[in-house]
């Protein structure tokens, strides 16, 4: 008998595709998690993704709410948020702050949303544990829903492939940044440690 959940999205997990689609091995290196140029068509619909470490990846909503609407996921198939095993939480968790910023530097908007709903009544589509980064412009789109504060609702196109290529190639640039960035941080502390 269906469950709910097959009832309400009856296709096979998209997410789980996209993860074995494109795989990972650990590194010491956080910049090799960040994928040179991958093949969007290694899934239908094509995914274009920013970010693939062994428990989390990134990539651009395929209906965004704005320009530069991003998925991050566990790797691993888990529905609910509470269903992340040791260790997955704290993955997505660090990695949220540096996709947040990289999507912000490459839209040019300073505010958005981190979203994450857990089941169906939650407005939860693919159960799947994701989290969703909306960069909210100054000038919103024309929405026929007026559901846009609370969780982003209504009107929503489907991604051009061709956008979503260089918008996921200038975040994937702007994320290998940011990591050099937060590298160089972390040896001046470092440093300042030694003197003391």
């Known amino acids: 008998m269906p469950t709910a959940v097959d009832l309400h999205y009856p296709q096979s997990c998209p997410f789980c595709a996209i993860a074995n689609a494109y795989q990972s091995t650990p590194s010491d ?26 428990t989390v990846l990134a990539f651009l909503d395929i209906q965004p709410m704005t320009r530069g609407h991003v998925l ?3 790797r691993r198939h888990a529905e609910k ?3 992340l095993k040791d ?3 704290g993955a997505l968790g660090s990695w949220l ?12 908007v300073g505010d958005w949303n981190t ?7 939650a407005a939860q589509v693919v159960p799947h544990v994701h989290f969703h980064i909306i960069p909210r412009p100054e000038t919103v789109p024309s929405l026929q829903a007026r559901s846009w504060t609370m969780f982003g609702k209504g009107q929503r196109e489907e991604l051009d492939d061709d956008e979503g290529a260089k918008l996921a190639g200038e975040m994937r640039e ?7 960035r937060a590298g160089e941080e972390e040896e001046e502390a470092a440093a300042g440690k030694a003197k003391l």
């Not at 956080?30 to 970010?51: F, K, Q, T």
């Not at 979203?115 to 009544?121: A, D, E, F, L, S």
């Open 72 to 74: 991050v996921i566990s």
């Open 174 to 180: 702007v994320l290998r940044m940011e990591l050099g």
């Open 97 to 108: 702050p540096v996709l947040s910023r990289a999507v912000c530097k490459v839209t040019g």
């Open 29 to 54: 290196s956080l910049s090799s998690y960040i994928p040179s140029s991958p093949d969007p068509a290694r899934v239908s619909p094509e995914c274009h993704l920013i970010l693939c470490t062994p």
């Open 115 to 121: 979203v994450q709903n857990n089941g169906i009544r």
């Open 87 to 89: 260790g997955e939480g």
């Open 81 to 83: 948020l509470g269903d």
